[in-house]
């Protein structure tokens, strides 16, 4: 093995770790905290899929007149719950969060603008004011509806 194909590896591993933002969204909180609470409901405390107790984020980009879309999902199988939201979407994607968490979280800041970010880990990140909170998400992919 040549110097070049451990230079290749390094690089390979460094481009590896970066965080991509996958989604991102300002949206006021009393419009989330509304969507959030109305498909809350649905969620069961045990499960046997974890997936089931997380709240499916998927935002869109709307034309001009319209803005963007935020729509929210939570399932128990056999019955699923959707709202939306308007909202501003830096960049269109998706993701699943703990629904109970989160919407706890999202009480608890300040009125006004809500920025939430996703990376490509499916961290989401909810920052509002000097508050700030980090969830572990599962990928959409994973969500059953």
Wanted: glycine letters at 6%; charged letters at 25%.
């Amino acid at each position: 093995m040549g110097k070049y194909d451990i230079l290749i590896t390094v690089c390979y591993l460094q481009v590896n770790k970066r965080e991509i933002q996958i989604m991102h969204i300002k949206i006021n909180k009393s419009a989330l905290a509304e969507a959030l609470n109305s498909v809350a409901t649905i969620v069961a405390s045990k499960t046997s899929l974890q997936v089931l107790q997380n709240v499916k984020i998927a935002v869109t980009r709307g034309d001009i007149e319209h803005g963007g879309e935020a729509k929210f999902t939570c399932s128990d199988l056999d019955t699923t719950l959707i709202a939306s939201a308007e909202c501003e979407v830096i960049e269109e994607g998706e993701t699943t969060v703990p629904v109970k968490m989160f919407a706890a979280a999202v009480g608890k800041v300040v009125d006004g603008v809500i920025d939430i970010t996703v990376n490509n880990k499916d961290v989401v990140k909810l920052t509002a004011g000097s508050s700030k909170f980090k969830f572990q998400g599962i990928p959409a992919k994973d969500f059953p509806t």
